[in-house]
């Protein structure tokens, strides 16, 4: 097991030794990397080239494609200057307007910089080329046009597209582990390609993928019955970086992690952000090349460029047995543009909070929260399980048409609250043309309307939707879910709590176990037990920066310890009660101090659950809880601090249930 250096800085390349880098990918002998070595990219570098793998790892010793060195992550970028653009022959006025065209573009442009900044290019054709829509690409006529009062060649310093080329290639190659990269530019970030044989044990962790890229931030696609299976993409920032408006499909496309033949794929703790079509797809290209078993789950899926105008959560599409078994769970979805898909069949939908689903101006109808397609396939047997779906612009489910080939598929324990407002405020909308379905144990409501169904043509309350035949429909509830205050959490009190049906599942969204009867939505109720600290008055203690020692002897209030190692799940509950006596200036902060090797209280290694800030509201209460998971460390304490400025009342409780 060796090591191989490549640093873009050096001036001639080496032999790939740390004395003696290679310098550029195509100075890599791949023949000498075999194996469990590793070709570690020198931190704080660029190269704009493509990286192709060229050779395959084996199970349990894969080769690792990493940084090494101090600083920003190695960046591979295909982002790319347009071939002869600096040449002022190259460009050919249009009559006498401020559009230029340059000849011989044999390739798609999908994204365009000029002078470092991107612009829009015409949503229609070359005519309507301007100041602001500032190029065109005419396919046809092999030419880019684009906006200059003067020669482009001398009146921009540079003109870019997202380049011809990928930033990272895998070609049938199997058992590769990037860790730690920066993959931009291309029309696709990474492509893991499947053509001539099946590749698996693909691990992609801790990256940047999909800055300007074209197309595709990552790509798993197969060919002629190969496909790619057993990957991992973990822990990953993915986001196309687009701040444009377009007002029409055709305009833009794109989508964060796609697979178009792939199986036994786990996409997990990523945030992904702003793509133009698919933030994460599932889709299948015929009988040999399906796309079945996958998981998605953990992920943060957000729009935070109100400029885009079209991006769905997540998608899934196949004939029967072409895209099955497929789970999506636990990922938060906020403030996306346009529906979730779901087509195929036998895929399981669970535990997902949506939150605010904004309509597209691209079509009407086109924001529901989820909606079962046939695609041109089929939707058959999904279950949509123990969501939230909150704020959609159309029906919070819409269960489309298809006939037989949209049939028993399963809607139940979810809490659809305030949906519909562009479509008569339904939760719920079943196709006339869809063949029996199973509505169940759904808490629905809106506050504005009492027909908060669309049941085949004809509105209906939700006691009228319980009463019907044609379809399995029972003990859906129209009533307030009652959130806890800032979270989609329920009180205790709520009619959600134990309203739910057994659908099989174990945990819910924050890993507490799933009571039966369970709660309707994403969130168990659990019964409470373990450590209860009553209520303690707080005053303001002086700011202190993470130390695990230091915070045990300073924050103003610390737990006994907490022994959690067998249980199945543990969440930490405050209240924080404010009684009117001043103004709010500050922050609480939570801290979870975790106990690694039994004596040593310091900061849990999972995500961010060892300190949550939260900002009391004057006259009220304000209740947060925070997931623990036992499995990683035995024992915990909660600290406390208050900054609020004011005398808090505070109750801390431990929820806890057994294994």
């Known amino acids: 097991m060796a090591n191989y250096y490549v640093d873009s800085s050096v001036g001639a390349s080496g032999d790939g030794t740390i004395g003696s880098p290679w310098k550029a990918f195509s100075n890599i002998v791949w023949g000498s990397v075999g194996a469990g070595d590793s070709l570690l990219l020198q931190r704080g570098e660029s190269w704009r080239e493509q990286l192709t793998v060229l050779d395959s790892g084996t199970n349990g010793n894969p080769i690792t494609i990493g940084a090494y060195g101090s600083g920003n992550y190695p960046i591979i970028t295909a982002r790319d200057e347009i071939s002869g653009w600096d040449t002022g022959g190259n460009w050919t006025q249009v009559g006498a307007t401020d559009v230029w065209y340059i000849g011989s573009i044999t390739t798609t442009k999908y994204r365009l910089w000029l002078d470092g900044t991107e612009y829009k290019h015409s949503e229609t054709d070359a005519t ?22 003067s020669n482009p060649a001398t009146f921009y310093s540079s003109i870019e597209d997202s380049g011809d080329q990928i930033g990272l290639y895998i070609h049938n190659d199997s058992y590769i582990t990037l860790d730690n990269l920066d993959i931009r530019g291309g029309w696709c970030g990474i492509n893991i390609n499947s053509d001539s044989e099946d590749n698996t044990g693909i691990i992609i962790q801790d990256c940047t993928i999909g800055l300007y890229t074209g197309l595709y931030g990552c790509l798993v696609v197969g060919f002629s019955g190969y496909t790619s299976d057993d990957g991992i993409i973990t822990g990953c920032t993915v986001d196309s970086g687009i701040n444009l408006s377009y007002l029409t499909w055709a305009s833009q496309f794109g ?20 793509w133009y079509h698919v933030y ?3 889709e299948s290209k015929g009988p040999t090349i399906t796309a079945n078993n996958n998981k998605i789950h953990d992920n943060l899926m957000q729009r935070t460029s109100s400029n885009n105008k079209f991006g769905r959560g997540f998608s899934t599409a196949g004939a029967e047995g072409e895209c099955q078994y497929n789970k999506i769970y636990n990922n938060y979805l906020k403030d996306t543009s346009c529906r979730n898909q779901i087509a195929g069949n036998n ?17 009407a109808d086109s924001a529901q929260g989820i909606s079962l397609e046939v695609l041109s396939n089929i939707s058959l047997r999904n279950k949509i399980y123990n969501n939230v779906i909150y704020n959609t612009d159309d029906e919070g489910i819409r269960i489309s048409i298809g006939g037989s080939n949209n049939a028993d598929n399963e809607v139940v ?17 079943i196709y006339s043309a869809a063949n029996p379905q199973v509505i169940k144990n759904n808490c629905i409501y809106s506050g504005v309307v009492t027909d908060l169904i669309d049941y085949r043509g004809t509105p209906n309350t939700i006691a009228e939707l319980n009463a019907q035949v044609t379809d399995t429909t029972s003990d859906n509830i129209q009533a307030d879910p009652e959130f806890v205050s800032g979270g989609f959490t329920v009180l205790k009190g709520s009619p959600c709590n134990d309203a739910g049906l057994n659908v099989g599942l ?38 202190t920066d993470w130390d695990a020692d230091a915070l045990l002897d300073t924050v103003t209030e610390i737990s006994d310890t907490v022994t959690v190692n067998d249980k199945s799940s543990a969440v930490v509950s405050i209240t924080a009660t404010e009684g009117n006596v001043g103004a709010i ?14 004596t040593n209280f310091e900061e849990p290694t999972i995500g961010n659950t060892y300190k949550v800030a939260f900002t009391p509201v004057q006259n009220d209460a304000v209740r947060i809880m925070i997931p623990i998971a036992p499995q990683l460390y035995k024992n915990f304490k909660v600290a406390v601090e208050n900054q609020s400025g004011q005398e808090l009342s505070m109750s801390v409780r431990i929820i806890t249930a057994d294994r």
Do not use: H
């Open 128 to 149: 309507a080329v301007d100041i602001t829509s500032r190029w065109y690409n005419d396919t046809a006529a092999d030419r880019l046009y684009v906006y200059a009062t």
């Open 347 to 363: 895929n399981l939908i669970y535990y997902n909070i949506l939150d605010t689903i904004i309509a597209t101006p691209w079509a």
């Open 280 to 282: 994460t797809s599932m």
């Open 255 to 274: 989508d964060g992690l796609a697979i178009f033949g792939g199986n036994n794929w786990e996409w997990y703790n990523n945030s992904i952000y702003n």
């Open 585 to 598: 200036d500050g922050l609480v902060t939570v801290y979870i101090l975790g106990d690694i090797d039994g």
């Open 506 to 543: 174990t945990t819910d969204y924050v890993g507490v176990a799933v009571l039966d009867p369970p709660t309707i939505g994403a969130y168990e109720v659990p019964t409470e037990i373990g450590n209860d600290w009553g209520d303690y008055s707080f005053v303001q203690k002086g700011s």
């Open 413 to 429: 324990n979810n809490i659809i609250l305030d949906c519909g407002a562009g479509n008569n405020d339904y939760g719920i909308k």
